[in-house]
Each structure stands twice: as structure tokens, then as C-alpha cells.
């Protein structure tokens, strides 16, 4: 069992920059893929990125440059900063583990998910 929260969102203007915290217990880190996923009003939960177990990050083309994943595993803790963001960041963002080392962008692969947490960029 793994339990995930995340903190950390909020309103932002464009160009501006916000840290996304999850914070995990259950099981450390060290051992499972952390995900970053996002879902707008309306849209399918989208992949964002991942973490491997040895800090090794992918990200989507969408957030490619602008987005970095960075896990703390003695505080059991990932890190989603977000620089230059636009509009179209705009959704609710979560983390999620997937303990079974297989890497996926697909959502339905990972195992545990946190409650999510707002992120709303202004124009």
C-alpha cells in the first residue's frame, strides 16, 4: 500500500513558475516509478512524466524543457517544478507510483494515485 498526497497548487500567471510537492508513505520511493499526470476539464488524464527508481526522467513533448521531475527519496518525496507555464497547464495535476518497475505513460499502469491538486495559469 502506498498513500500519495500532493500539495503545492495554485493560481499562477503565464510565464510564471509553481512546485508541485507528493508526498508518499507506505513504501519508499526508492523503490517504485513516480508519475506526473494531469486532467483538464472535459479531457483524458494526460501524462506528464516520470521518475525511475534511479532518477532517470521522461517527460511529454508538451512539457519537454519546461517541466522537471526530481524525487528526495530520504524524504520520500517527488517534485514536480513547473517553469514557463501557459494557460494550457491549467488542470488538476497527480502523482501516481507503479511498483512493478514496468515504465508507462499510460495512467492505467500505475498502481496508486494521490487526490490531486489544482493548478490554474491566468493569460
Known amino acids: 500500500q502506498v498513500q500519495l498526497v500532493e500539495s503545492g497548487g495554485g493560481l499562477v500567471q503565464a510565464g510564471g513558475s509553481l512546485t508541485l510537492f507528493c508526498a508518499a508513505s507506505?513504501?519508499?520511493?526508492?523503490?517504485?516509478?513516480m508519475g506526473w499526470f494531469r486532467q483538464a476539464p472535459g479531457k483524458e488524464r494526460e501524462f506528464v512524466g516520470y521518475?525511475?527508481?534511479?532518477?532517470?526522467?521522461i517527460y511529454s513533448d508538451s512539457v519537454k524543457g519546461r517541466f522537471t521531475i526530481s524525487r528526495d527519496n530520504d524524504k520520500n518525496t517527488v517534485y514536480l517544478q513547473m517553469n514557463s507555464l501557459k494557460p494550457e497547464d491549467t488542470a488538476v495535476y497527480y502523482c501516481?507510483?507503479?511498483?512493478?518497475?514496468?515504465?508507462?505513460?499510460?495512467?492505467?499502469?500505475?498502481?496508486?494515485w494521490g487526490q490531486g491538486t489544482q493548478v490554474t495559469v491566468s493569460s
Open positions: 501516481a507510483a507503479e511498483t512493478s518497475a514496468t515504465v508507462s505513460r499510460r495512467p492505467e499502469a500505475y498502481d496508486y
Open positions: 507506505g513504501r519508499t520511493l526508492s523503490s517504485v516509478i
Open positions: 521518475s525511475m527508481r534511479r532518477g532517470t526522467t
